[in-house]
Structures are given as structure tokens and as C-alpha cells.
């Protein structure tokens, strides 16, 4: 019924969306079957590998809740100024030589400068001449002629994500306003920019917030939609999450699958520690994936997530075949040491 009604543009009702979420009467099985059909027409059998750049780290003057790098944590992370050109220009080589489709820079901060701006301009030209990759940036906050610029420089895409609902906002976040987020989105389409915009999953919020996230990000034509799921860093002020499950994370994902059904939507943070032994079905709903790690917290060895990707029977956007990647990885049995042969000797 839902592909049904997907596929004569009827959209997914608000009741129905609940039930999705909720209702254990409507085996995963099925959900996951109904969104791998929108997920095969509009991106077949692969999967775009993003790598993230944290190009300038800590010290952020905003109290986002959830994160490492805010004023409100106390995570004991190590606070950078902005990397120079010679290292972001090698992990971009690094990140293209790893099979990525994207390559992605973030930035703490409210914003950037028109100074920065014009060094994003930059080094934005330059990977793009060097490399066939495409680039996203996450600036924080910007304006329309910022967004512009961005643009005419080769910028593929633009990251500010929404993170939760209007309803909940002021909970996660009290020095910006969930509008500025949504402004600024605005300001990336103006401009011509594709907009990957996200959430977060775990943070206290209920199934009615989590529609209205979907339902925006719909509304507003993200073209590619990361799916993060509450990493509790020690340190962080947002300590006390909704219990998530692995059945409820990959129903999250069908959802946001079922109203966006042409969205890039990609398994983000938390993946290996809430998906788990479910990590794989995620492929078949989402078509896109981090790949060695996130901001601040490591993720799954490059070489368990390429192989998940290739045993599920999907290949990678990328001028370098998985299995390339994957042979030119070792695959040799690390012996167990004396140490842990006898660990009560």
C-alpha cells in the first residue's frame, strides 16, 4: 500500500508515518522491502562513500547540547585553528584514493567570515581541479552571496543540518534559532546549491518529531538527507537519550525514505553502535555511508564497511572499484599474543 500510493504521489499521511515508526504489526521485513524499491529506482545497486574533513575543531561559541565541540561540553577533545591548505588539499587525495564520491569539509563556529569564505573559494577550485570528486562544505551559518560565491567556485553541495524539530529546538540548543537553520538552507538553494541537510535520532524527541523532520526536509527538497544516531560522548551535555533499537533505527530510516523518496539518505553517526547485526539491511534503504569515522568519535575499519557494502551485493560510486580498494587492503589474521593466550598465567 505505501508504494502504492507513494508511486501516485500520494503522500505518506501523518497516521501512517506514526505506524511506521511504532507499529510491530507491520513486519520490518515489509518496510524495508517497500523503501528498497524507491532506493533501487533512483540510485540502483550503489552506495557514495562521504569522508569528512574536521577542519577546524573545538571552541565553538554555540550550546548545541549534542556536541563535542560546543561551549556546553566538557569532552576532552583537542581544539584546533583551521588546518592548512597543504593538509586539507592531502586528505582530499586521501579521501578520493579511499574510494570516496564526497568529500566533505566542516567547520566549528557560528559562521564564516567573508575572508574565509574567499579561502573556501579557493581550495574549492583547486580540489575540484585536482581530483574527480564532488565537495561539500558545512560553513555553519551563511548569507545568500556567501552561498553564491561558494557556488561559482565548484561547491557541490552544502551541509547545515536541522538536527531536530522546531518543537524541540530550544531543548538541544539555545544561541541560534532553529529559523537560522532553516534560513540558511534557503540561502544554499538561492544560490543553486544542493543541500545535504540532517538529524539526529536519540536525542529525547518523539515518532510526531521525527515526522516533521522528515516532512520538512521533504517540503524543502534536501537532496541528501544523513540519518545520525545519538553518539553520548562522554562529556557532552546531552547525556540522557531515547532508547534506540536496531529495529527502530533502520524504521527511522524507511521513513525518511518513504518521504524523501529521491534523497540521498545516508546511514551517519552511530550506525555501528545502533544498527548493529542490522547494519547491512541499512544499505537496502539508505544509499550512502561515512567512511573512516565522524567529527570526533572513530568509526568501523575502512575495510569491514567496504566489504559490508560489497556482500550486500552493492558496488561504490567511485573511480576505484570496492574489490580494488578491498585487495589493495590486508587481510591477514593478527596472532594472538602470550598475553592473551594466557591471560591468567
Avoid at 14 to 31: G, K, M, N, Y
Avoid at 37 to 42: D, G, L
Avoid at 119 to 140: A, D, F, N, Q, Y
Amino acid at each position: 500500500m505505501i508504494v502504492n500510493d507513494i508511486n501516485a504521489g500520494k503522500p505518506l499521511s501523518r497516521d501512517t508515518a506514526l505506524r511506521v515508526l511504532s507499529d510491530t504489526e507491520i513486519p520490518l521485513l515489509d518496510l524495508v522491502q517497500a523503501a528498497y524499491h524507491f532506493r533501487k529506482r533512483h540510485f540502483g545497486h550503489t552506495v557514495t562513500i562521504h569522508i569528512l574533513n574536521n577542519v577546524q575543531n573545538g571552541s565553538c561559541p554555540e550550546d548545541c547540547r549534542y556536541c563535542a565541540q560546543s561551549t556546553s561540553s566538557r569532552a576532552p577533545i583537542e581544539p584546533y585553528a583551521m588546518k592548512s591548505d597543504d593538509e586539507i588539499l592531502r586528505e582530499a587525495a586521501a579521501a578520493y584514493q579511499s574510494g570516496a564520491g564526497r568529500y566533505c569539509m566542516v567547520f566549528a563556529g557560528t559562521g564564516p567570515s567573508d575572508e574565509r569564505i574567499e579561502h573556501l573559494v579557493r581550495l574549492i577550485t583547486e580540489i575540484k581541479e585536482l581530483h574527480h570528486i564532488e565537495v561539500c562544505v558545512s560553513p555553519g551559518v551563511i548569507n545568500r552571496d556567501q552561498a553564491r560565491r561558494l557556488k561559482e567556485a565548484g561547491l557541490d553541495r552544502l551541509n547545515h543540518n536541522l538536527n531536530t524539530s522546531p518543537r524541540h529546538y530550544e531543548r538541544i540548543c539555545t544561541t541560534h534559532t532553529y529559523e537560522d537553520r532553516l534560513n540558511t538552507l534557503a540561502a544554499a538553494h538561492g544560490a543553486g546549491l544542493a543541500v545535504c541537510s540532517g538529524v539526529i535520532i536519540g536525542m529525547g524527541e518523539t515518532a510526531e518529531d521525527v515526522f516533521t523532520m522528515a516532512s520538512t526536509l521533504a517540503q524543502f527538497g534536501a537532496e541528501s538527507i544523513p540519518v545520525n544516531f545519538l553518539l553520548p560522548i562522554p562529556g557532552i551535555a546531552l547525556q540522557e537519550t531515547s532508547a534506540l533499537t536496531p529495529q527502530y533505527c533502520l524504521r527511522v530510516l524507511c521513513l525518511f525514505r518513504f518521504l524523501n523518496p529521491t534523497a540521498e539518505i545516508r546511514m551517519a553517526a552511530g550506525r555501528e553502535v545502533h544498527l548493529r547485526s542490522l547494519e547491512a539491511m541499512g544499505l537496502f534503504v539508505a544509499n550512502s555511508l561515512f567512511l573512516q569515522g565522524y567529527l570526533n568519535t572513530t568509526g568501523d575499519p575502512d575495510r569491514r564497511t567496504l566489504e559490508m557494502i560489497r556482500d550486500a551485493g552493492f558496488s561504490i560510486v567511485s573511480d576505484i572499484p570496492v574489490d580494488a580498494l578491498l585487495n589493495a587492503k590486508s587481510n591477514t589474521p593478527d596472532l594472538k599474543t602470550a598475553t592473551e593466550l594466557r591471560k591468567f598465567k
